[in-house]
């Protein structure tokens, strides 16, 4: 969807404002909703390979527990630093 934007504002030489301006573009709390949907999926996923490789399901949600925060803040971090990044802008 970002990448239609940028594309469609190259092509017409305008300036989308905000969501509300350009139907195409995504409604936060939808962004939100799939970003927590997403994480959720990820530390599953993370809780079955933890399971399967030792085994015990107490260790498998204590790996899931952790990669969820550690994910996120890594993340954030990850954001920040590309906020810095001129490239590609």
Do not use: C
Not at 39 to 50: E, M, N, P, V, Y
Not at 64 to 89: A, D, Q
């Amino acid at each position: 969807m970002i990448a239609e934007q940028l594309i469609a504002n190259n092509n017409t030489g305008t300036v989308t404002k905000s969501y509300k301006a350009d139907k195409r573009t995504e409604n936060p709390k939808r962004s939100i909703a799939k970003s927590i949907s997403w994480r959720i999926i990820g530390t599953l996923d993370t809780i079955l390979i933890s399971w399967i490789v030792t085994g015990t399901l107490s260790v498998a949600f204590s790996i899931g527990v952790v990669e969820l925060f550690t994910k996120m803040i890594l993340y954030f971090f990850h954001e920040r630093i590309w906020n810095k990044i001129s490239w590609g802008r």
